[in-house]
């Protein structure tokens, strides 16, 4: 274990948030394994891991269970080779230090119980010596020692059967050779080629893969999406791919030479020399070429995977924290055009309070009296906001919207056009139906769009994370390992924010540390029964809800307007003790003391410190006093999509735009500008300076303005730039190709194998961007 907790303090003592010891990890460890959360770990117990962040948590928490798993392997092989009576101490030495998976697996391999093959046919058929001896002395003519080995009966017909059996005897001993695997392993990754070509006669069935019919690039450069893409067109049965090594045509392979070199096989004459040569050959050919593109292109893969699930974490983080437009009376609308548009009302706190159905486009085109139902319901109601989904319809309901507006104005609402990615998933589910029972599914959704306004991670966290909508290849990545990570992330975020626990879902509840679905009902239950709880101390008669819950649970959840005004915060009840002692010091009540920044910023944080609560804690304790329950999301702002601009074919070069960040990727960032194709701004087109990182610049849900620099009709692509200063015309790295709207499922294939710029695609960039020095290990 002192081992597990050294390595992962030097990884993470790689990352830009400084040096971490073993003693850090070892105490993040201790508390992860008591069942403490990421969140708890790194809000209230600073003083115990030496303040490390959520970040180097979740990193530390990843690193753990591979290298834990890793140790578990290492435990069976070592007791595998001993029962074998074949560990030496070199060969477990070698074991032991093993420090991936891959090593410790080619390791085994001479020893790993394996199906009766013919090379274990030859040794039993006592055609060992020959191949030792032919290996040992090329001087020996084969053909002439083979003839001692023939015997029928053990099924050695002649000396042609003989010499083959030597043969496999030594290409398996040859490619069970850890070491040389490492090396050819080493060699092809620094030196192979991804090839990729279309399977005759899938031209037309997998156009959208043509980018790859005549594919080839550095499997050391080849990016996330276009290794997706291509593993994608291989499973469709569309394209194959291959790793290759320099010219196709020759008859050699490089590493049939670095085989000979290993081995001290080489050509000089001798009677054996050519035997022995035949052996490398198919050795690399029968035995070790499909091994190693199999492992590097299942680790090509898996890198890809991790790429595409940090960097749909990334956004699916920034979309959870974007800004809530707070408790204002909501009209939300789900537009259509045949079927209508749903109409829901929301209060202030969310509740549903009326819906309704309209007709204003075609084919009924009941256009005044849908105005005049939406007004009624609005002045009704009192409605600050109107939020409208982005999809079918979006645009034919804005303008109905901007005439509603038009002709009420003493009504001062504001319109805001809402992602509706995943609304009709939570239309459909189950807690949908628990929540709304007698409401019909298609006016669910309307109700969504309009909470996702008011409090966008209070409703997103209702949604299963992969039907968000900001992510891509979901369906092509390991869908533990995806859930693993988007779960973490919506954990991080409604931990961050916090939850009034008297208004608060089930489903928000549920993701608060140390809570599950169970306990969340049972809060929710109990709220119902007995009103609204007046102290955080009260949770505790909650069923299920014992003193570890509660402990993990009680500094993330508010109580407002409760009995004690530090339970609105995000001080630890146990801490408590601190707050008072400040408020006796002071000579003031605890309500005076709390907002009060000039005197808390008077304090001196050591004077409250004490065996339990260190400087971090007392730091945060003051901050929190400073300003209780802070909310970490950005102020709510809007765009205003520019009139007439509706579809590409409204689009003109040089057009200047307002629009939204919708997607962040590792080569640019996509744009909703509202014609239902997001654009393109590359990297090099985000900023008059050199950006190394998008994230850098912009980020999902920002504001932005931007100037159309080219517009590709037939393939829906649009370039854009946010340097308003350049001219249209000019070379643009990438161009955007987008799907209907912004996070569709369907994958982009669109790429340059000849340029160091990747092309335009959906994939987002790394959460953890900082780590991939950590992922190479």
Known sequence: ?????????????????????????????????????????????????????????????????????????????????????????????????????????????????????????????????????????????????????????????????????????????????????????????????????????????????????????????VPSHRALAIFRGRNESILTASLVVGDEETKSHPCESIIADWFNVHDSGRPADKWLAETVRWTWKVKLYN????????????????????????????????????????????????????????????????????????????????????????????????????????????????ELIKKNPELKMTKIMVSEAGASVYSASELAAKEFPDL?????????????????????????????????????VSQLKLARSLDAVVEDCVNAVGVDVNTASSALLARISGLNGTIAQNIVNYRDSNGAFKTRNELKKVSRLGEKTFEQAAGFLRIMQGDNPLDASAVHPEAYPVVERIATQATKDIRSLIGDSTFLKQLDPSKFTDETFGLPTVIDILKELDKPGRDPRPEFKTAEFQEGVETLKDLKLGMILEGVVTNVTNFGAFVDVGVHQDGLVHI??????????????????????????????????????????????????GVARSNHKAGAKRPTQQQTPKSSAPPANNAMAALFANAKQIKKK
Not at 342 to 365: F, M, S
Not at 460 to 466: E, G, M, R
Not at 700 to 716: F, H, L, Q, S, T
Request: proline share 5%.
């Open 684 to 733: 090099s087109a985000l900023s008059e300076t050199f950006v190394k990182d998008p994230h850098q610049v912009v980020k999902a849900g920002d504001i932005v303005k931007v100037k159309v620099m080219e517009v590709d009709i037939p393939r829906n692509r649009v370039g854009l730039s946010m340097r308003l200063g350049d001219t249209p015309g000019e070379k643009i790295e």
């Open 440 to 476: 019909d599914v298609s006016l669910r959704g309307a109700v969504s769009i309009a909470r996702r306004l008011q409090d966008p991670l209070a409703e997103l966290v209702k949604i299963d994370p992969k039907s968000i909508g900001v992510g891509q290849y979901q369906h092509d």
């Open 1 to 221: 274990m002192n081992s597990i907790n050294n390595r992962i303090a030097e990884e993470l003592s790689l990352l830009p948030s400084g040096k971490v010891n073993a003693n850090q990890v070892a105490a993040a460890v201790t508390l992860l394994d008591e069942g403490s959360t990421v969140p708890f770990i790194a809000r209230y117990r600073k003083e115990v891991t030496g303040s490390l962040d959520d970040t180097q948590l979740r990193l530390l928490e990843e690193r753990l269970r591979y290298l834990r798993e890793l140790e578990d392997r290492r435990a069976t092989i070592l007791s595998s080779i001993e029962e074998q009576g074949k560990l030496t101490p070199e060969l477990k030495s070698e074991i032991e230090t093993a420090d991936t998976k891959t090593r410790l697996e080619d390791l085994y391999l001479p020893y790993k119980p394996k199906r009766r093959t013919k090379g274990q046919i030859a040794i039993e058929a006592g055609l060992e010596p020959l191949a030792d001896l032919l290996f040992n002395d090329p001087t020996k003519d084969p053909e002439s020692e083979a003839t001692a080995f023939v015997d029928v009966d053990k099924g050695v017909a002649d000396t042609k059967a003989a010499l083959d059996g030597a043969k496999y005897i030594l290409m398996e001993r040859f490619s069970e050779d850890a070491n040389l695997l490492e090396k050819l392993r080493h060699f092809m990754k620094q030196e192979g080629v991804l090839a990729s070509r279309v399977v005759e006669g899938k031209e037309q069935e997998g156009a959208k893969f043509s980018d790859y019919f005549e594919y080839n690039e550095p499997l050391k450069t």
């Open 291 to 402: 091994h190693i593109e199999t492992d590097l292109l299942s680790e090509l893969r898996e890198k890809a995977e991790d790429e595409a699930i940090s960097v749909f974490a990334r956004n699916l983080h920034d979309l959870l924290l974007a800004a809530p437009a707070g408790p204002r009376a909501t009209l939300g609308l789900d537009p259509g055009l045949r079927t209508g548009v749903k109409v829901a009302v929301v209060d202030a706190t969310g509740k549903l309070l009326v819906t309704d159905t309209i007709y204003p486009h075609a084919p009924r085109n009941d256009w005044d009296r849908s105005i005049d139902t939406l007004a009624k319901l609005c002045a009704k109601h009192h409605v600050d906001l109107v939020a409208f989904g982005n999809g079918t319809a979006s645009r034919e309901t804005d303008k109905l919207v901007i």
